[in-house]
């Protein structure tokens, strides 16, 4: 979809403006029921986790494997997705480079876009 007459800034030549959701394949946020936390377990992430602008797993809260399997069947979060903060630091955005499984709450938005080559130049608009 073009954008012509909106664009903000020239980009080289071999690039294209589009507008975000021509290139998304999933758009989703976490559960919106807060889990059962236990001691250890499957990392749950929330705002507080990626509103730094990196991965801030020093107060990190775990849910059970069996309720994390209930999570991903709605939404389950893969290297290259950007995760978005929905509430405080509003829009912020982060690239998922993690090697662990995870779910997130519903203070975290979820775009999987239909390249993971696109992630580093979306990621941060």
């Excluded at 509103?51 to 775990?62: A, C, H, N, P």
């Excluded at 978005?84 to 829009?91: A, P, S, V």
Aim: with cysteine; hydrophobic share 40%; aromatic share 10%.
């Amino acid at each position: 979809m073009s954008i012509a007459g909106e664009v903000p800034f020239d980009i080289p030549n071999s690039w294209e403006w589009c507008r975000l959701g021509t290139i998304l394949s999933v758009i989703c946020d976490g559960t919106h029921k807060t889990p059962n936390y236990v001691n250890s377990g499957v990392p749950f992430l929330s705002v507080q986790n990626i509103s730094k602008g990196f991965f801030d797993l020093t107060r990190i809260k775990y849910i059970s494997e069996e309720e994390h399997k209930k999570l991903i069947e709605r939404v389950k979060p893969a290297k290259n997705d950007i995760l978005l903060c929905k509430i405080g630091t509003l829009g912020k955005a982060i690239k998922n480079t993690l090697d662990i499984e995870f779910s997130i709450f519903v203070s975290l938005g979820l775009l999987r876009l239909v390249s993971a080559e696109l992630a580093d130049y979306v990621g941060f608009l």
